[in-house]
Every structure is written in structure tokens, then in C-alpha cells.
């Protein structure tokens, strides 16, 4: 893919300065600490490295490190391939459904200020609406499992948290003797139920934590406090209609890990879609959804777009993909080596397919080196499209010093 014309970085660089002196105290630690992070991505400030082709030996100089930060744009690609490859060995062999569970526009702004204890409610509320309908004879009786991802944004950058789920076509009996399968075409369980069931689950969770004064209420909805108008607001949230919807069926594993690149690891909005930026203002493609799906540009000035791009910095070690059901981490091998047992599917074998393919390039003279013995890189040589590896680290200092050295001749 070919560099974009313009960056997130770029913008912050240019009014970050400008929006922070602005915005003064509202600004978390955390958005100050992903701007800074983002404006030193892949730069000298963060230090480098230089890499070598194992195959045909290309030094191909200096590369500046990553922030790593999972709010940046150009530093998902990887840790989505590395989650994606986790993923791969745990697709069982049947179609996927694919559910997405919205909160109303009216709770964003409480939201916003209760972030962590309302993400946590919505992931809460979602893995038991599924569950307990799933596990009810009526509509599937069986268990099931699935990975949920938090998603806090919609095209046009504005506040819109909802959470993604990927579930199999199916579940484990009650018994453990057979996989149940979908009744149902369109999504795993009826849809309706699983919007009256969400929107119960989440105002009671809601009425919970006002009780137990786990929640914040300051500026515009501070009158929310007072349990008068707290009541109110559970009625007018009881009057919404929660939206569930599902979109249609993967069909094999190999259709779910390409949504799952598409999804798992974005951010909110990749420099691609950024058209132009002339210093003030800020051009990116949005999609429309609710005009067709019809694909549109945006303007805003530089500061609503920095504005809009923090809504979506999430709290300090928050953990946005999360699994359920037969998925949940402390059960999770167990239950799919009985899933693919039940699915009839092929005993799982370790590849090593990876490793001895490393192995294979690195010549005796290689191995002997210690900057050799690290782990092959993922990355390919551009020229012979053999695995490269890392044989020297720089400090941002060391860097500095590299480029100083070169502008002044030995006079020695």
C-alpha cells in the first residue's frame, strides 16, 4: 500500500500545541500520552534499528521504531497479523455470524465520563444477553462461544460505542455429547428478544452502579445525580428501541480471519482515508451508512478533528477484544479441542512449517553471531522477499550523533 499524502501526525504536530493549551485540564493524561506517541512514531525520537535480508544479505540502513501505541494508526498492522495468527488455529469449521449490540445516542455524554465502568457494563451486559438466550431450550439450548470487540466510533469520527461480535453457527449440548446447530438463517438467536433482553440487562446494571455511586455526573447532565432526574432518564432510555442487528454469515474460516483483519486491531480513523490537510483544515472519506453506504468526503477544522479523534483514546490498560463462552481464556483449549471433536474436524498440529524455514536461511557463519540468534522477523526483503532481522539497535542519542557526524569533515 503506498505511503498516504497526509498523516494523523501531521495534524498533531501542527495544532496539538495549540489544542492542549486549549483545552487545558479536561485533556486526560492518557490522550496527552497517545499524542505524544503518535508525533514521535517511526521517528528519530523513538530510537531505531537496522535491518538485514537473511537471504541476500541487503543492509537496508536505518529504521526508526514504532510507538506501539494501539491508538495509532500505523502501528496496528502488525499486531493484528500477530492476534490474527493467535486466531487461526482456534476457526472451527463452520459458518460464523456476525452481531452488532448499540447503545442509544442519549447515554454518550454519561458514557464519556464514566468510560471504564460503562465499556465494562456494555461488555458484561452483551456476553449475557447471548449466553442466557443461547442456553434457553426455546431458541438454541446449548452453549456457545464468541470474541467481542469494542468499537467507540462511527465514520464520521463522532461518539458511537458499540461492540462487535463473531459467534460459530452453533454450540456445545448441555450433555457435551453433540454440537447443536443454528436454527435460525439470519443470526444465531431472534433478534428482538436480544434487543429487549440487552436493553433490561444494561439499565439494571445502570441502576446498580447509580446506587452504589460508581458513577460521575459533572457539567451538562450534573443534574443527573439527583435521583429525580436519574429516574427520568431510565424512563426516556426504557422508550428507545435498542438496536441489534446482524449482518449476513461468514462462510468458512478462511472468510472470518478477513473480517477479523478488517476489524480486531482499527483505530479510529487510518491515514488513508485522509485527503488533504492545508494547515487548517482537514479532508478524510467517510461512508454514510444511513444514505446508502455512499461514500462521502468531510471537512472540519484542525482542532474538532483532534477533538473528535480523543473521544476514542481508551482508559489505561483497557481491554477491548474480548471472549465469552466456550472462547473465555480459562477454558478456552479444553472447550474447542471438544468442538472440533464434535465437528468431526482434524486433530490439531503444531506448524512448524515457520520455523524451519528460519532455520534454512540462516548460513553456520549467521548462527554463530549473537545478533543473529534473535527471533526471524515476520517483515520481508523488498529486493529478494527473504526473511530480515534486526543486527543493530539505536538510542535516539546514537541516531543524533550518526546524521551530526556527517555534516562536520575529520580536520584531524
Given at each position: 500500500m503506498s505511503r498516504p499524502a497526509v498523516e494523523v501526525a501531521d495534524i498533531f504536530r501542527a495544532h496539538?500545541?495549540?489544542?492542549?493549551?486549549?483545552?487545558?485540564?479536561?485533556?486526560?493524561?492518557?490522550?496527552?500520552?497517545?499524542?505524544?506517541?503518535?508525533?514521535?512514531?517511526?521517528?528519530?525520537?523513538?530510537?531505531?534499528?537496522?535491518?538485514?535480508?537473511?537471504?541476500?544479505?541487503?543492509?537496508?540502513?536505518?529504521?526508526?521504531?514504532?510507538?506501539?501505541d494501539r491508538h495509532c494508526p500505523k502501528c496496528?498492522?502488525?499486531?493484528?497479523?500477530?492476534?490474527?495468527?493467535?486466531?487461526?488455529?482456534?476457526?472451527?469449521?463452520?459458518?460464523?455470524?456476525?452481531?452488532?449490540?448499540?447503545?442509544p445516542e442519549e447515554l454518550n455524554a454519561l458514557i464519556l465520563q464514566n468510560e471504564a465502568e460503562l465499556y465494562n457494563l456494555l461488555f458484561r451486559t452483551v456476553a449475557d444477553t447471548l449466553l442466557e438466550v443461547a442456553a434457553n431450550p426455546k431458541h438454541l439450548g446449548a452453549e456457545i462461544g464468541f470474541f467481542a470487540i469494542l468499537h467507540t466510533w462511527g465514520q464520521n469520527l463522532l461518539f458511537h460505542p458499540h461492540i462487535h461480535c463473531v459467534v460459530p453457527q452453533g454450540g456445545i449440548a448441555p450433555d457435551h455429547t453433540r454440537?447443536?446447530?443454528?436454527?435460525?438463517?439470519?443470526?444465531?438467536?431472534?433478534?428482538?428478544?436480544?434487543?429487549?433482553?440487552?436493553?433490561?440487562?444494561?439499565?439494571?446494571?445502570?441502576?446498580?452502579?447509580?446506587?452504589?455511586?460508581r458513577l460521575t455526573?459533572?457539567?451538562?447532565?450534573?443534574?443527573?445525580?439527583?435521583?429525580?432526574?436519574?429516574?427520568?432518564?431510565?424512563?426516556?432510555?426504557?422508550?428507545?428501541?435498542?438496536?441489534?442487528?446482524?449482518?449476513?454469515?461468514f462462510g468458512g474460516p478462511e472468510k472470518v480471519l478477513h473480517y477479523l483483519g478488517r476489524y480486531t486491531h482499527r483505530v479510529a480513523i487510518s491515514n488513508h482515508r485522509l485527503l488533504s490537510f492545508d494547515g487548517d483544515h482537514v479532508t478524510f472519506l467517510w461512508r454514510d451508512y444511513a444514505r446508502g453506504n455512499k461514500q462521502r468526503k468531510m471537512t472540519l477544522?484542525?482542532?474538532?478533528?483532534?477533538?473528535?479523534?480523543?473521544?476514542?483514546?481508551?482508559?489505561?490498560?483497557?481491554?477491548?477484544?474480548?471472549?465469552?463462552?466456550?472462547?473465555?481464556?480459562?477454558?478456552?483449549?479444553?472447550?474447542?479441542?471438544?468442538?472440533r471433536k464434535l465437528?468431526?474436524?482434524?486433530?490439531l498440529t503444531p506448524s512448524t512449517e515457520a520455523i524451519s524455514t528460519c532455520q534454512e536461511t540462516l548460513t553456520?557463519?549467521?548462527?554463530?553471531?549473537?545478533?543473529?540468534?534473535?527471533?526471524?522477523?515476520?517483515?520481508?526483503?523488498?529486493?529478494?522477499?527473504?526473511?530480515?532481522?534486526?543486527?543493530?539497535?539505536?538510542?535516539?542519542?546514537?541516531?543524533?550523533?550518526?546524521f551530526v557526524s556527517k555534516c562536520f569533515t575529520n580536520t584531524s
Open positions: 496539538g500545541d495549540d489544542f492542549i493549551y486549549r483545552q487545558g485540564k479536561r485533556l486526560s493524561y492518557q490522550q496527552l500520552k497517545v499524542m505524544r506517541a503518535i508525533v514521535r512514531c517511526r521517528t528519530a525520537a523513538l530510537g531505531g534499528h537496522i535491518d538485514v535480508c537473511l537471504r541476500c544479505g541487503k543492509d537496508w540502513g536505518i529504521s526508526f521504531n514504532s510507538c506501539r496496528q498492522a502488525q499486531a493484528r497479523q500477530r492476534w490474527i495468527a493467535a486466531r487461526e488455529s482456534e476457526l472451527l469449521s463452520t459458518p460464523y455470524f456476525h452481531a452488532v449490540f448499540t447503545l454440537w447443536v446447530h443454528a436454527r435460525y438463517s439470519k443470526f444465531l438467536l431472534p433478534l428482538a428478544l436480544l434487543q429487549t433482553v440487552f436493553r433490561g440487562k444494561f439499565i439494571d446494571g445502570l441502576k446498580e452502579a447509580f446506587r452504589e455511586k455526573f459533572a457539567g451538562q447532565i450534573q443534574s443527573l445525580s439527583q435521583p429525580k432526574s436519574f429516574k427520568a432518564f431510565i424512563r426516556k432510555l426504557h422508550q428507545h428501541q435498542w438496536v441489534v442487528y446482524a449482518k449476513p454469515p477544522v484542525a482542532s474538532e478533528f483532534i477533538r473528535r479523534f480523543f473521544l476514542h483514546v481508551l482508559p489505561k490498560g483497557f481491554v477491548r477484544i474480548r471472549h465469552f463462552g466456550f472462547m473465555a481464556n480459562y477454558q478456552r483449549s479444553a472447550s474447542l479441542e471438544l468442538c465437528l468431526e474436524m482434524a486433530p553456520t557463519e549467521e548462527s554463530s553471531t549473537a545478533e543473529a540468534s534473535a527471533t526471524c522477523s515476520v517483515r520481508l526483503c523488498p529486493a529478494c522477499h527473504g526473511p530480515m532481522t534486526v543486527i543493530q539497535r539505536l538510542t535516539p542519542a546514537e541516531i543524533a550523533w550518526r
